[in-house]
Protein backbone atom coordinates (compact mmCIF):
# COMPACT_ATOMS: atom_id res chain seq x y z
CA UNK A 1 0.00 0.00 0.00
CA UNK A 2 1.39 3.47 -1.22
CA UNK A 3 2.10 6.24 1.48
CA UNK A 4 -1.29 8.10 -0.01
CA UNK A 5 -3.00 4.97 0.09
CA UNK A 6 -2.28 4.03 3.87
CA UNK A 7 -2.97 8.40 4.48
CA UNK A 8 -6.40 7.79 2.99
CA UNK A 9 -7.35 4.77 4.67
CA UNK A 10 -6.25 6.14 7.92
CA UNK A 11 -8.04 9.23 8.24
CA UNK A 12 -11.30 7.22 6.95
CA UNK A 13 -10.47 4.90 10.35
CA UNK A 14 -10.62 8.12 12.79
CA UNK A 15 -13.55 9.46 11.09
CA UNK A 16 -11.84 12.63 9.14
CA UNK A 17 -13.39 11.51 5.70
CA UNK A 18 -17.31 11.91 7.35
CA UNK A 19 -16.09 14.78 9.08
CA UNK A 20 -15.67 16.49 5.81
CA UNK A 21 -18.75 15.28 4.10
CA UNK A 22 -20.32 18.67 2.82
CA UNK A 23 -16.23 19.27 1.14
CA UNK A 24 -16.40 15.46 -0.19
CA UNK A 25 -20.00 16.58 -1.89
CA UNK A 26 -18.37 19.51 -3.53
CA UNK A 27 -15.80 18.21 -4.82
CA UNK A 28 -17.94 15.65 -6.46
CA UNK A 29 -20.06 18.08 -7.53
CA UNK A 30 -17.28 19.54 -9.64
CA UNK A 31 -16.21 16.52 -11.26
CA UNK A 32 -19.92 15.94 -12.20
CA UNK A 33 -20.64 19.01 -13.78
CA UNK A 34 -17.29 19.40 -15.79
CA UNK A 35 -17.98 15.38 -16.86
CA UNK A 36 -21.42 16.07 -18.11
CA UNK A 37 -20.53 19.53 -19.75
CA UNK A 38 -17.39 17.51 -21.24
CA UNK A 39 -18.95 14.65 -22.41
CA UNK A 40 -22.98 15.27 -22.18
CA UNK A 41 -25.97 14.21 -19.24
CA UNK A 42 -26.23 10.89 -20.38
CA UNK A 43 -23.93 8.46 -18.20
CA UNK A 44 -24.25 5.21 -20.76
CA UNK A 45 -22.32 7.64 -23.21
CA UNK A 46 -19.87 9.61 -21.02
CA UNK A 47 -18.05 7.17 -18.62
CA UNK A 48 -16.14 9.53 -16.76
CA UNK A 49 -19.70 11.02 -15.83
CA UNK A 50 -20.55 7.24 -15.15
CA UNK A 51 -17.58 7.11 -12.69
CA UNK A 52 -18.25 10.34 -10.98
CA UNK A 53 -21.67 9.10 -10.58
CA UNK A 54 -21.30 5.64 -8.68
CA UNK A 55 -18.65 7.79 -6.40
CA UNK A 56 -20.84 10.15 -5.60
CA UNK A 57 -23.42 7.57 -4.63
CA UNK A 58 -20.32 5.55 -3.10
CA UNK A 59 -20.58 9.00 -0.47
CA UNK A 60 -24.28 8.62 -0.16
CA UNK A 61 -25.21 11.86 -2.05
CA UNK A 62 -28.67 12.63 -2.69
CA UNK A 63 -30.11 11.81 -6.45
CA UNK A 64 -31.10 15.29 -6.78
CA UNK A 65 -27.78 16.78 -6.01
CA UNK A 66 -26.76 14.58 -8.40
CA UNK A 67 -29.44 15.64 -10.94
CA UNK A 68 -28.72 19.07 -10.41
CA UNK A 69 -25.10 18.57 -11.13
CA UNK A 70 -25.75 17.04 -14.60
CA UNK A 71 -28.35 19.69 -15.49
CA UNK A 72 -25.52 22.73 -14.63
CA UNK A 73 -22.81 20.53 -16.52
CA UNK A 74 -25.48 20.35 -19.80
CA UNK A 75 -26.58 24.03 -19.48
CA UNK A 76 -29.99 23.33 -18.19
CA UNK A 77 -29.87 24.75 -15.28
CA UNK A 78 -27.58 27.99 -14.81
CA UNK A 79 -24.31 27.37 -13.20
CA UNK A 80 -20.60 28.11 -12.38
CA UNK A 81 -17.79 27.80 -15.48
CA UNK A 82 -15.25 25.56 -14.15
CA UNK A 83 -11.75 24.91 -15.53
CA UNK A 84 -9.58 22.29 -14.89
CA UNK A 85 -5.58 22.71 -14.29
CA UNK A 86 -2.88 20.44 -13.02
CA UNK A 87 0.23 21.87 -10.55
CA UNK A 88 3.76 20.27 -10.16
CA UNK A 89 5.17 20.77 -6.92
CA UNK A 90 8.04 19.21 -4.87
CA UNK A 91 7.50 18.45 -1.05
CA UNK A 92 9.78 17.74 1.85
CA UNK A 93 12.28 15.22 1.22
CA UNK A 94 12.07 15.63 -2.41
CA UNK A 95 8.41 14.01 -3.01
CA UNK A 96 6.95 14.74 -6.30
CA UNK A 97 3.42 15.89 -6.01
CA UNK A 98 0.44 16.28 -8.79
CA UNK A 99 -2.48 18.54 -7.99
CA UNK A 100 -5.41 18.65 -9.90
CA UNK A 101 -8.00 21.61 -9.49
CA UNK A 102 -10.91 22.36 -10.82
CA UNK A 103 -11.80 25.95 -10.18
CA UNK A 104 -13.99 28.81 -11.39
CA UNK A 105 -10.88 31.08 -10.97
CA UNK A 106 -7.37 29.90 -11.82
CA UNK A 107 -5.38 33.15 -10.61
CA UNK A 108 -6.74 32.59 -7.24
CA UNK A 109 -6.76 29.56 -7.07
CA UNK A 110 -2.65 28.79 -7.94
CA UNK A 111 -1.88 32.06 -5.84
CA UNK A 112 -3.67 29.52 -3.04
CA UNK A 113 -1.89 26.15 -3.83
CA UNK A 114 1.61 27.88 -3.84
CA UNK A 115 1.08 29.78 -1.00
CA UNK A 116 0.17 25.92 0.54
CA UNK A 117 3.19 24.49 -0.65
CA UNK A 118 5.46 27.36 0.60
CA UNK A 119 3.89 26.88 3.96
CA UNK A 120 4.23 22.95 4.03
CA UNK A 121 7.73 23.00 3.13
CA UNK A 122 7.20 22.31 -0.31
CA UNK A 123 7.31 24.12 -3.10
CA UNK A 124 5.66 24.58 -6.79
CA UNK A 125 7.35 23.82 -10.07
CA UNK A 126 7.31 23.96 -13.73
CA UNK A 127 5.14 21.84 -16.30
CA UNK A 128 7.32 18.78 -16.83
CA UNK A 129 9.17 18.67 -13.69
CA UNK A 130 7.88 15.60 -11.71
CA UNK A 131 4.95 14.42 -14.13
CA UNK A 132 6.79 11.84 -15.55
CA UNK A 133 7.56 10.35 -12.69
CA UNK A 134 3.58 9.04 -12.53
CA UNK A 135 1.83 6.80 -15.30
CA UNK A 136 -1.77 6.56 -15.74
CA UNK A 137 -3.94 4.08 -14.32
CA UNK A 138 -7.13 2.59 -14.09
CA UNK A 139 -7.89 2.01 -10.52
CA UNK A 140 -11.28 -0.36 -9.65
CA UNK A 141 -12.20 -0.71 -5.76
CA UNK A 142 -13.87 -4.20 -4.99
CA UNK A 143 -15.27 -4.79 -1.82
CA UNK A 144 -13.45 -7.38 0.19
CA UNK A 145 -16.76 -8.44 2.09
CA UNK A 146 -17.58 -12.44 1.29
CA UNK A 147 -14.38 -12.70 -1.31
CA UNK A 148 -11.10 -13.39 -1.37
CA UNK A 149 -7.67 -12.12 -2.91
CA UNK A 150 -6.93 -14.64 -4.38
CA UNK A 151 -10.87 -15.01 -6.11
CA UNK A 152 -10.39 -11.05 -7.15
CA UNK A 153 -7.21 -11.82 -8.53
CA UNK A 154 -8.11 -14.58 -10.95
CA UNK A 155 -11.73 -13.02 -11.91
CA UNK A 156 -9.40 -9.80 -12.67
CA UNK A 157 -6.21 -11.51 -14.37
CA UNK A 158 -8.77 -13.01 -16.60
CA UNK A 159 -10.82 -9.48 -17.35
CA UNK A 160 -7.76 -7.95 -18.35
CA UNK A 161 -6.03 -6.51 -15.70
CA UNK A 162 -2.98 -6.07 -14.67
CA UNK A 163 -2.34 -6.62 -11.15
CA UNK A 164 -4.67 -6.33 -7.41
CA UNK A 165 -3.48 -5.26 -3.97
CA UNK A 166 -5.31 -6.10 -0.51
CA UNK A 167 -6.24 -2.14 0.43
CA UNK A 168 -8.81 -1.64 4.20
CA UNK A 169 -12.07 -3.57 3.47
CA UNK A 170 -11.44 -3.52 -0.39
CA UNK A 171 -9.15 -5.24 -3.33
CA UNK A 172 -7.58 -2.70 -5.69
CA UNK A 173 -7.17 -3.83 -9.06
CA UNK A 174 -5.14 -2.12 -11.89
CA UNK A 175 -5.51 -1.87 -15.11
CA UNK A 176 -4.68 -0.09 -18.29
CA UNK A 177 -6.70 3.40 -18.35
CA UNK A 178 -8.58 1.96 -21.99
CA UNK A 179 -8.93 -1.47 -20.24
CA UNK A 180 -11.00 -0.16 -16.96
CA UNK A 181 -14.68 0.01 -18.07
CA UNK A 182 -14.49 -3.68 -19.91
CA UNK A 183 -13.23 -4.84 -16.54
CA UNK A 184 -15.41 -3.41 -14.18
CA UNK A 185 -18.28 -4.91 -16.21
CA UNK A 186 -16.65 -8.32 -16.21
CA UNK A 187 -16.13 -8.15 -12.41
CA UNK A 188 -19.77 -6.64 -11.71
CA UNK A 189 -21.00 -9.92 -14.08
CA UNK A 190 -18.83 -12.15 -12.26
CA UNK A 191 -20.69 -11.37 -8.96
CA UNK A 192 -17.93 -8.70 -7.40
CA UNK A 193 -19.06 -5.05 -5.84
CA UNK A 194 -17.22 -2.33 -7.53
CA UNK A 195 -17.34 0.63 -5.10
CA UNK A 196 -15.56 3.59 -7.30
CA UNK A 197 -13.10 3.68 -10.28
CA UNK A 198 -11.16 6.12 -11.80
CA UNK A 199 -7.48 6.61 -14.07
CA UNK A 200 -5.03 7.67 -11.08
CA UNK A 201 -1.89 9.18 -11.36
CA UNK A 202 0.03 6.35 -10.05
CA UNK A 203 4.17 6.73 -8.73
CA UNK A 204 6.58 4.66 -10.52
CA UNK A 205 9.08 4.88 -7.81
CA UNK A 206 8.76 6.18 -4.21
CA UNK A 207 10.46 8.31 -1.51
CA UNK A 208 10.40 6.92 2.06
CA UNK A 209 9.60 9.53 4.38
CA UNK A 210 10.19 9.34 8.49
CA UNK A 211 10.59 11.86 11.06
CA UNK A 212 9.77 15.72 10.74
CA UNK A 213 9.90 15.10 6.80
CA UNK A 214 7.04 12.36 7.52
CA UNK A 215 5.11 14.95 9.73
CA UNK A 216 5.55 17.99 7.23
CA UNK A 217 4.15 15.50 4.04
CA UNK A 218 0.97 14.79 5.66
CA UNK A 219 0.48 18.51 6.90
CA UNK A 220 1.05 19.29 3.50
CA UNK A 221 -1.21 16.55 1.87
CA UNK A 222 -4.15 17.67 4.84
CA UNK A 223 -3.95 21.38 3.45
CA UNK A 224 -3.62 20.80 -0.28
CA UNK A 225 -7.05 18.07 0.11
CA UNK A 226 -8.91 21.14 2.67
CA UNK A 227 -8.80 23.44 -0.47
CA UNK A 228 -11.97 23.63 -2.70
CA UNK A 229 -10.34 23.97 -6.13
CA UNK A 230 -8.45 21.09 -5.53
CA UNK A 231 -10.08 17.53 -6.89
CA UNK A 232 -7.08 14.96 -6.22
CA UNK A 233 -3.20 14.94 -4.82
CA UNK A 234 -0.97 12.70 -5.95
CA UNK A 235 2.34 11.96 -4.82
CA UNK A 236 5.34 9.39 -4.68
CA UNK A 237 5.30 9.37 -0.72
CA UNK A 238 5.98 6.47 1.38
CA UNK A 239 6.49 5.98 5.24
CA UNK A 240 5.94 3.69 7.55
CA UNK A 241 1.95 2.79 8.77
CA UNK A 242 2.58 3.29 12.74
CA UNK A 243 4.38 6.28 12.25
CA UNK A 244 1.79 7.37 10.15
CA UNK A 245 -1.00 6.49 12.51
CA UNK A 246 0.84 8.21 15.00
CA UNK A 247 1.26 11.82 13.69
CA UNK A 248 -2.21 11.77 12.61
CA UNK A 249 -3.31 11.21 16.16
CA UNK A 250 -1.91 14.04 16.93
CA UNK A 251 -3.35 16.40 14.32
Known sequence: MSGHSKWASIKHKKGKADARRGQIFTKLIKEITIAARLGGGNPEGNPRLRAAILAAKGQNMPS???????????????????????????????????????????????????RIFSKGGGNMASAGSVSWLFEMKGVIEVDAAGTTEDAVLEAALDAGADDVSAEDGTFEVTTSPSDIEPVVEKLKAAGFTVRSYKNAKVPKSYVRLTGKEAEQMLRLLEALEDNDDVQNVWSNFDMDESEMETLMGQA
Do not use: M, Q
Open 64 to 114: DNIDRAIKKGTGELEGVSYEEATYEGYGPGGVAILVDVTTDNKNRCVSEIR
